[in-house]
């Protein structure tokens, strides 16, 4: 096998079975695309009957869903999503094999895939997020082919340059009318945004609809809507509340992550870029959330107003929008209940799909009007290459999300990581697998500390001249390894189970299974 | 020449220069697409640098027009627009020869246009509508290729199927921000919808933005988006507000307008589908505008709700929306100040683009969910056929809008016109141009009374039933004529001027070269 050192040094194999000739990685915004985007198939339905059918079986048979083909979901529905488990187990009564999973993203809710996997009706799965119970059996060898592992940007773009090519997509849908007008705005299982579900909708062959509330037509307005959805199937219920949205979440009195979160609006501050009209992205999770309170505050102090919002939205982002300190809000996915309703009442806060969210191949994706990004990491490494998907232990559990799109596209990327957790140190050598390359990584937030990439001289000219003391990334490297030791090398076989794709489409790193 | 005589008995060329081979139109609903949708260029623009450029030429410039090329213009400027023949000044300026001009259509305002034909700029147009003097000229012989007319609905599906292929879009904004995101809601030139708009951009290879109301980014709601922008250039004015929206137009107090819309109100009153969730669409002249009033009293007189207001949209189904009396409206085009304003405060005021109000490759436009149409005619046959596009002098002056599209979508059609109009009789034999056939025509509503085609016994069992007069339409024609006599045959040549498409690409109809 012919191995190609890529641009952040892993070898990639010319070619892998079940995937077929690679690309590596060549560095960000390195491969212009050719070429037009992909079409769904076209297709006209004649008349004014409804798309109710009467089971969802019906509907996959009505779909002409085969052997071989791609079927997709979204995630919107998160830990608490029915839809996917419901949609293989009829898949399986009909007993269609061999196909390839291709949703948004999947979460522990999916361990049941497992089973249809030991069955042969799963053989490929292309997702932005893989947890355990499923990511620790892809790990251990399960699934016949590589796993393909791409950015929320990436699956856009793939969809759209036609590398994957999604023949019967799945809506889970919290308000549809019999027409397939879709929302997430109301209903049990409201979501809020359907921005990964619109992508799917716009090129799948045929789009099936799933409800668990059935409106009168027309449901306006309509995220994802008739003139996409060939069938609407009414169910019980498309998911647990409690697994789709939660309760405004309050940020994490935590010292470690208020520690981190202090660092990073430090950062913000000082970095030459916050000023009226700036753009910012974070998380939903502890630090993530932190910062923006934090930085709610510097607004006001300094009297500094931000353009827009953007990804994953929070009560705290909806707080901004509220208080006129940001003047929109770009949502692909709504976090809590005050996500959802804001969406639902707001038009400067605004549904975006995936695609518009971060595709590369498009004049303008909106991650690439970011300033600031926070982002998570598993592992950091030396030259600033990030983890977000493998487990210090080699094992899939984690999603790439916006990562790759949003590093690269904001002016400041901003890794918002303790040094240490569980005992074992977030910055090593080389990490287990390269998500995110270190070139579009510009600082690193710890809870000792800031480190700043060698390549961002005018970041760390603006940090030294506003006096914050900066760390090499050798230096913080050095202080978790005194408190932790050095880790053990992860042990693999040589089997590949996995390839993470850059949003480019080139193969950016590859998952062995693990050997133990 | 191989002549092939269609399915409205016209005899249509195997092959006509300067269009290529022909597919007679077979009837309604009888071309099943096949392959998939067109798609843009993929494009990619790196890093976050507005799409300002100084100029339109700089735009031109950049887009990489080149001869031989097609550009588009959306039409919601209306009679105010100024952007087609700014744009064409400059390509004329830059020395760029045979273009295809193919707009969603062109008004009187576009006379210019004709020096540009002239001078080979333009050589082939592809629109809805053209007026005089534009349409004068090319039925005069002026341009070197027929023009291409089609229906709204068929404009969106030759470009959505590639038949129609747009090198440049130029979309006209009333609101913009400098990333490219527009809408029609603010600004001087406020137009409302964008929907003819929104199709252009979706599948151009190259979009152009020009406006004259920059705004901050984020602009939203925006009806074009950042995703598809590629050049934002300001101008002084894109339009004469005069001429792009009205104040609220009241219905005329002209008897003869409210006989025929006396009659249209009882005839959807009886026809058997007047109930709650009933879908309705009427347009903005005089006897259109007369029936919605005369309807909402029906409306309230039988505490009967619509459904669904669709198409152009006027102050009249506004206020139905408004008094709760219809629960949505689907807006392509708003007609005048009052639904400018909803479409920008009322989230069921719902804009869609021309693809979803008619384009017949989709599972399920927006016109197929229709019950009730109201339609003008230039000319009726006997056999139902309608002619909205050339005079009875045979010259090219109207627009099919989405008159073929609606007509076959709604459960019931109907044309509203005078028996006589400037002392022609609006039945004959043969219309001297089929726009769209008599299959889908159901009711004719004029001010000598009701006819309804035989195709629809169940309309005509359900009138009768009501006690509702119904005359042949044989009779009306002989009313008509016992007053103004026969009109005499009109002198054409055997050149073609132009090709009128069915909406699914079939040719119902050619326009030869006038013979005087």
């Known amino acids: 096998m012919e191995m190609i050192k890529n641009a952040v040094g892993r070898n990639i194999p010319s070619y892998v079975d079940g995937f077929g000739k690679t690309d590596p990685f060549m560095g960000v915004n390195k491969i212009e695309p050719s070429g037009r985007k992909a079409g769904a198939k076209l297709r006209m339905k004649k008349g ?6 009467s089971s969802l079986k019906e509907a996959i048979k009505l779909s002409g869903l085969k052997n071989g083909m791609t079927i997709s979901f979204h995630h919107h529905m998160r830990n608490g999503d029915y839809t996917v488990n419901m949609v293989l187990d009829v898949i399986a009564d009909l007993g269609i094999k061999d196909l390839t999973l291709a949703p948004s993203s999947l979460g522990t809710c999916h361990g049941p895939v497992i089973n249809h996997i030991e069955t042969g009706l799963i053989t490929g799965i292309q997702s932005s997020g893989l947890r355990d119970p499923l990511g620790t059996a892809i790990s251990q060898g399960i699934l016949p082919k590589p796993v393909i592992i791409r950015s929320h940007g990436g699956r856009a773009r793939a969809i759209e340059d036609g590398e994957l090519h999604i023949d019967v997509a799945f809506i889970a849908a919290p308000s549809c009318d019999p027409m397939g ?6 209903g049990k299982s409201a979501c809020g ?13 045929c789009v099936i609809a799933i409800t668990d509330n ?4 027309p449901n306006l307005p309509a995220s994802v809507d008739q003139t996409m959805v060939d069938y609407v199937v009414e169910v019980d219920c498309i998911g647990d509340p409690k697994g789709i949205v939660s309760g405004p979440i309050r940020f994490s009195d935590n010292p ?19 000023a009226d009209g700036f753009v910012y992205q974070t998380g939903a999770a502890g630090a993530s959330l932190a910062v923006t309170s934090l930085l709610r505050e510097e607004m006001l102090k300094r009297n500094i107003k931000g353009a827009l919002g953007l990804g994953g939205i929070t009560s705290q982002l909806v707080t901004l929008l509220e208080e006129g300190l940001m003047s929109g809000l770009y ?8 996500a959802v309703r804001s969406i639902g009442e707001n038009p400067r806060h605004y549904e975006i799909s995936a695609s518009f969210y971060a595709n590369p191949n498009l004049p303008a994706p909106a991650v690439n009007n970011l300033d600031f990004v926070m982002l998570g990491a598993l592992e950091i490494d030396t030259d600033f290459n990030v983890n977000v998907m493998t487990r210090s232990d080699g094992v899939i559990n984690q999603a790439i999300g916006g ?24 910055i090593v050598d080389k990490v287990t697998t390269v998500c995110t390359p270190g070139e579009a990584v510009d600082v690193i937030c710890t809870d000792y500390g800031i480190a700043v990439n060698p390549n961002r001289q005018d970041i760390i000219k603006n940090f030294q001249a506003a006096g914050l003391p900066i760390r090499s990334i050798e230096e913080l490297q050095a202080l978790a390894e005194n408190l932790t030791g050095k880790p053990d090398a992860v ?15 080139s193969i950016i790193d590859i998952i062995y299974q693990s050997a133990e």
């Open 48 to 53: 004014r009957d409804t798309k109710l059918v």
């Open 256 to 274: 470690r992550d208020l520690l981190i979160a202090t660092n990073a609006v430090k950062a913000i501050v000082n970095s030459g870029f916050f």
């Open 403 to 426: 990562h790759q799109d949003t590093a690269v596209g904001a002016r400041m990327s901003v890794i918002l990581a303790p040094l240490i957790r569980s005992r074992i140190p977030i």
């Open 181 to 186: 007008n879709i929302n997430g705005r109301s």
């Open 214 to 217: 059935l409106v009168p037509f």
């Open 331 to 338: 949502d692909t996915q709504s976090f809590d209940l005050d």
């Open 193 to 205: 945004s359907m921005g990964y579900a619109m992508v799917d909708a716009q090129y799948a062959d």
């Open 491 to 505: 042990p693999f076989t040589d089997r590949i189970v996995g390839l993470v794709e850059y949003r480019d489409r």
